[in-house]
């Protein structure tokens, strides 16, 4: 299983980015997915995650009303639309997938497959 991560980029504070995880495999509409971030000096931490069928997702508090994960199964591809980003927000995002279903949501070490991360950097 191989993710990659696409979307990130430089943009002002308020402005939108649309995130994308595209994911190899034959079965991808068997895996949990997440989202998850890391700023400078800072650890990894949780953003979002969504169930392999789409119908349950969970957000970070400090995103949530803000960011919207999404998935499309027959595109093998995992979304994060990022909205009225902050400065805050600036850190290297990664896309993960778990392929057996288990385990919490928020933590990292429920995922077995990681991308290599895009960069978001919001301006103020």
């Known amino acids: 299983v191989q993710l990659q991560a696409s979307g990130g980029g430089v943009v002002q504070a308020g402005g939108s980015l649309r995130l994308s995880c595209e994911v190899s495999?034959?079965?991808?509409?068997?895996?949990?997915m997440g989202w998850f971030r890391q700023a400078p000096g800072k650890e990894r931490e949780f953003v979002a995650a969504?169930?392999?069928?789409?119908?349950?997702?969970s957000y970070a508090d400090s995103v949530k009303d803000r960011f919207t994960i999404s998935r499309d199964n027959a595109k093998n591809t995992g979304y994060l639309q990022m909205n009225s980003l902050k400065p805050e927000d600036t850190a290297v995002y990664y896309c993960?997938?778990?392929?057996?279903?288990?385990?919490?949501?928020?933590?990292?070490?429920?995922?077995?497959?990681w991308g290599q991360g895009t960069q978001v950097t919001v301006s103020s």
């Open positions: 969504i169930t392999s069928s789409g119908g349950s997702t």
């Open positions: 993960a997938a778990d392929v057996n279903g288990m385990g919490i949501p928020g933590i990292d070490g429920k995922y077995d497959y």
């Open positions: 495999g034959r079965t991808f509409e068997s895996y949990d």
